[in-house]
Nanobody, 115 residues
């Protein structure tokens, strides 16, 4: 059974940092790309960052230079380091197996950026 469990969300002031984690099980983590999506209130879920099974990252323009996606194969975990957070980064963040190939998602973790 595929499982993805996110953690690390919370409330942070603008300019602050958070590190999200997504621990996985039930599939061969090192053979799969992984991605982070987010969904703000009233908006569609959108891709934020992805990382290939070989460790090559990709980012949407809105987070380039601020967010870093990484993976730890030994722990079957993918991370999203978020720096210089802005109010527009407020959303529920989800990790996903693959980028678009699989419908396997975590339950989401809330990130709120507010002063």
């Amino acid at each position: 059974q595929v499982q993805l469990v996110e953690s690390g969300g919370g409330l942070v002031q603008p300019g602050g940092s958070l590190r999200l984690s997504c621990t996985t099980s039930g599939f061969l983590f090192d053979y799969n790309a992984m991605s982070w999506y987010r969904q703000a209130p009233g908006k569609q879920r959108e891709l934020v960052a992805s990382i290939s099974n070989g460790g090559v990252p990709n980012y949407v323009d809105a987070v380039k230079g601020r967010f870093t996606i990484s993976r730890d194969v030994a722990k079957s975990t993918v991370y999203l380091q978020m720096n210089d957070l802005k109010t527009e980064d407020t959303a529920v963040y989800y990790c996903r197996r693959g980028v678009t190939s699989y419908n396997d998602w975590g339950q989401g973790t809330q990130v709120t950026v507010s002063s």
